[in-house]
């Protein structure tokens, strides 16, 4: 399958500083990509969708100006969590996908841990 | 939101033995996919299947959706220890582009 990559795998940072997590299709161009955020033995939920070239589309209840997403190419989007607090602690994963209904591929994750 | 329930939320069965997981989802949809995610780690794509398809096979893995029910399972035959993990069904929505998980199963195979 295609490959999808994700960068740190893991971050600790201060709380209120800036974390920046890039997520890059290697060998395929992403028309799309989503982020999500997992806690603990929790399932996926869904945090925002991006487009190449577009602003991304938010869900409900995640802070766009706290959750920064930009998809500048359609091998690479970014997520920058400002201003960091221990609440923001946890695991986030990155998605991309060429069009609907093809399956999407995952990165391996992001562990972000403020303190 | 979360689209889709799975259940059972927890499943430990004897290796060998057949485990069978289900997810029941609300809206209309264009596709549904199961992904493994091992503890701690990113997710692994198993199988898609279509909105117009009812039963798909891979490998000891057998999907099966039922639209008029809003549900599919996800069967995983002569179970090993390498297959503990969690199982998460995604729904490919109708009306967009998004994919939504649901809850996931848990599943240990016991030696």
């Known amino acids: 399958g295609a490959v999808v990559s994700q960068h740190p795998s893991r971050v600790i940072c201060k709380s209120g500083t800036s974390v920046k997590i890039e997520c890059r299709s290697l060998?395929?161009?992403?028309?799309?990509m989503f982020w999500y955020r997992q806690f603990p033995k929790q399932s996926l939920m869904l945090m925002a969708t991006?487009?190449?070239?577009?602003?991304?589309?938010?869900e409900q209840g995640v802070e766009k100006d706290k959750f920064l997403i930009n998809h500048a190419s359609l091998t690479l989007s970014t997520l920058t969590v400002t201003s960091a607090h221990p609440e923001d602690s946890s695991f986030y994963i990155c998605?991309?996908?060429?069009?609907?209904?093809?399956?999407?591929?995952f990165g391996q994750g992001t562990r972000l841990t403020v303190v | 939101s979360q689209q889709g329930e799975e259940d059972p939320q927890a499943l430990s069965i004897q290796e060998g033995e057949n485990a069978t997981m289900n997810c029941s989802y609300k809206t209309s949809i264009n596709n549904l996919q199961w992904y493994r995610q091992n503890s701690g780690r990113g997710l692994v794509h198993l199988i898609l299947?279509?909105?117009?398809?009812r039963e798909k096979h891979s490998g000891r893995l057998r999907v099966t959706l039922d639209t008029s029910k809003k549900s599919s399972s996800l069967l995983i035959t002569a179970s090993r220890a390498a297959d503990t993990a969690s199982y998460f069904c995604?729904?490919?929505?109708?009306?967009?582009?998004?994919?939504?998980f649901g809850k996931g199963t848990r599943l240990h195979i016991l030696p």
């Open positions: 998605s991309a996908r060429v069009q609907r209904p093809t399956e999407a591929f």
């Open positions: 060998d395929f161009q992403a028309t799309t």
């Open positions: 991006s487009n190449e070239g577009s602003k991304a589309t938010y």
């Open positions: 995604a729904t490919g929505l109708n009306r967009d582009d998004k994919i939504i």
């Open positions: 299947i279509r909105s117009n398809e």
